[in-house]
């Protein structure tokens, strides 16, 4: 593999609280090392368009405690085709721009995978999504921001639902894994949480419902997963109403507030942490690999690999719920 004297960074796909953290130690490790670090705006889009500037370390200055991306973020149709990788490619060489970081989730990766095995170019990814659900990482950037974040709104929720004695329904993000709604229905005293992996959901609630949650409760909190296989909050809760006339049924989307705000200090240094790892990753001439986090040290995992396999969600911890929500 050729000297690399020049590496570009691009945000991609939704954005995480902790992309800047990761953004600037990518910048200060460059500079570190003598190489001089390109920012690409825009994400693939901004790489096919050379919407390109050359970073110096006063320019990640402040940046560290922002939610969202200085670099913003798009989707690209273009790159998904080889002609769009190509003219990206090209634009590349053309500002002499030796290897590349992505920091972004499943999508990110995809693209990046193809990107470097047509164009022989060194490319790392950071593991940017709320989520949680890359393989290869027991975290990703943003996951614990999201979580503090739908803790401190369902605290907030749990107290106007016992004023009025009411069962609120909660969606949060995790369309396709419910690392979110796990975690945050525990550290939020949840009745029960929905989650896409497990398929029983309603038949629980019903039985809660028909027994434990009328002899001793006046007010409960559930939460879902956005997408949920039975059609998310508002097709559960109208049901559980439909079901249970006597219940003051609510529900609430938190939506994307889950995705803002400043990012917590374990994701500035999970942030700090992958970003440092990613440029010793190009330096120690990896390339097409995540840099994730596994029992508190960095690991190279293929993008292959963290593509193909799923992470899997712990189910021991419905079994807490249940204890717990007694």
């Known amino acids: 593999m050729k000297e690399i004297k020049k590496i570009g960074v691009l945000t991609s796909g939704g954005d ?37 500037k050359a970073l110096r370390s006063h320019d990640v200055s402040n940046i560290i405690q922002r939610g969202g991306t200085i670099l913003k973020s798009a989707r690209c149709e273009e790159f998904k085709t080889v002609e769009g990788r190509a003219k990206a490619a090209e634009v590349l060489k053309q500002k002499g721009i030796d290897a590349l970081i992505v920091i972004g989730g499943d999508g990110t990766f995809t693209g990046a995978r193809l990107f470097s095995q047509e164009q022989e170019i060194p490319v790392v990814g950071i593991p940017g999504t709320i989520d949680n ?27 106007t639902a016992s004023a009025h ?5 909660i969606e949060v993000m995790g369309r396709d894994a419910g690392f979110i709604a796990l975690r945050s229905g525990i550290a939020v005293g949840a009745e029960a949480i929905l989650i896409p992996e497990i398929d029983t959901h309603y038949q629980e609630i019903e039985s809660y419902l028909a027994n434990g949650y009328k002899s001793h409760k006046s007010s409960g909190i559930v939460i879902v997963a956005e997408g949920e296989k ?25 939506g994307h507030i889950q995705r803002g705000g400043a990012p917590s200090a374990f994701d500035r240094v999970t942030a700090s942490t992958m970003g440092v790892g990613a440029v010793n990753a190009l330096l120690d001439d990896q390339k097409s690999i ?23 969600v712990k189910t021991s911890l419905l079994e807490i719920t249940k204890i717990l929500s007694i």
């Open 290 to 312: 995540m840099v994730g986090i596994m029992n508190n040290e960095i690991v190279h995992v293929p993008f292959n690999k963290t593509i193909k396999n799923s992470k899997k």
């Open 230 to 254: 039975h059609g998310g909050a508002y097709e559960i809760a109208k049901q559980v109403g439909e079901d249970h006339p006597e219940y003051d049924v609510r529900v609430t989307i938190l």
């Open 16 to 52: 995480a609280p902790g992309m800047n953290a990761a953004i600037r130690a990518v910048v200060r490790t460059c500079i570190f090392n003598g190489i001089k670090p390109y920012g690409i705006f825009e994400g693939y889009q901004g790489l096919i368009d050379d919407n390109i």
């Open 165 to 169: 004695n009411r069962l609120f329904f």
């Open 133 to 159: 659900d890359l393989f290869g990482t027991d975290y990703t950037i943003g996951f614990d921001t999201a979580l503090n974040t739908v803790v401190e709104a369902v605290d907030k929720i749990r107290d």
